[in-house]
């Protein structure tokens, strides 16, 4: 995955919200430095099947900022997780069976 800034990464994101047909509030967004760890592990998102999309960030800020972005569009989640190595900002479409922390 290329690094991208932040702008860019909550536009792909908040695209692929809306081809899939999904209000926001229907979708979980957060940032991580292993988006694959955090989304089938942490969350147990399928890996197949479901709506899904990680973004790779310059910085840790620009991801944090890509957040904070989505959770003002209305997705669940909350700011202030990971560290200086969360560079990738992630979303889930939520469904029974897929935690949220």
């Known amino acids: 995955m290329k690094p991208e ?3 860019s990464a909550y536009q792909q994101i908040v695209s ?5 047909g999904n209000q926001p509030s229907e979708w979980y967004a957060g940032v991580t430095a292993n988006w ?5 592990n942490d969350h147990t998102v399928p890996k197949t099947g479901h ?3 990680a973004r790779q960030c310059f910085t840790s800020k ?3 900022a890509a957040e904070e972005a989505l959770l003002q569009l209305g997705c669940d989640g909350a700011p202030g997780g990971g ?3 969360a560079v990738f900002v992630y979303a889930y479409r ?8």
Do not use: M, Q, Y
């Open 83 to 85: 560290d200086e190595t």
């Open 36 to 40: 694959e760890n955090r989304l089938f």
């Open 16 to 20: 692929h919200i809306e081809n899939n």
């Open 51 to 53: 709506g899904r999309i």
């Open 62 to 64: 620009d991801a944090r």
């Open 94 to 101: 939520k469904v029974v069976g897929v935690t949220s922390p």
């Open 5 to 7: 800034s932040s702008e």
